[in-house]
């Protein structure tokens, strides 16, 4: 799979160049956004007819990653994990198994904050710190990144350009974090499936000092349940099922 190919001094001296552009601005607005030409988040992935992308963000946990792994490995799908990267210190068993069952990692931030209410610096150490626990723990560099909340602040775009990162979004959002029922989510998935389609779930809780997603209490037994119940059913309507990082 693709690997970032910059060295961390290198990522350094891009960072201080980028720094010193937003205290110019040059990232404020969308019209400064278009003007440094930053990544625009991808909410699809092309790789032909009745292909599709899952995703499981705020992880891993312990307790549900496993539980998402075993259900993954059992019908011979890969699958995106974007990582916390104070859960990837706590947990890095489970990220060497996620790396060494063929999934792929995606930085979501340090402790997952809202991104626009973070000055640009806390924004870039949000990322880099992830990068960097990601990268000495599965010895991947993670190139997909997801903002958490899909709030895709200018600063994080700044970051994700310098260090070659893409900014993925999703298409289908079954809420599973709020806890309505396997059912409900199971059918949000289904009714969402298309060529093309990502698929937003929730393996995991918020890393740092954050509370869980309002609601969550840091449940996903739903997500899993589902997740057993809307493969098989994908799987058998013809689906098969790609990540990001594949995409050209």
Known sequence: M????????????LAAGATALLGLGVSAGPVAARARSLPTPESEVDAGPMVMALTFDDGPSPQYTPQVLDILRGHDVRATFFVCGDNVRTYPDVIRRIIAEGH??????????HLDDLSAADVRDQIERT???????????????????GDFADAALVV???????????????TDWANPGADVIVDRVLAG????????????????????????????SQTVAALRSYLPQLIDDGYTFTTPDAQE
């Open 2 to 13: 693709p690997q970032s190919n910059l060295s961390l001094p290198r990522r350094r001296f």
């Open 104 to 113: 792929v990692l995606g930085n979501h931030t340090w402790s997952h904050p």
């Open 131 to 149: 990068q960097d626990v990601v990268t000495e723990i599965s010895g991947r560099t993670p190139v997909l990144f997801r903002a958490p909340y």
């Open 160 to 174: 994700c350009a310098d260090l070659g990162l893409r900014p993925i979004s999703w298409s289908v959002d079954p």
């Open 193 to 220: 499936a298309a060529t093309g389609a990502i698929v937003l779930n929730h393996d995991g809780t918020e890393g740092g000092d954050d509370d869980p997603a309002p609601g969550s209490g840091g449940d996903r």
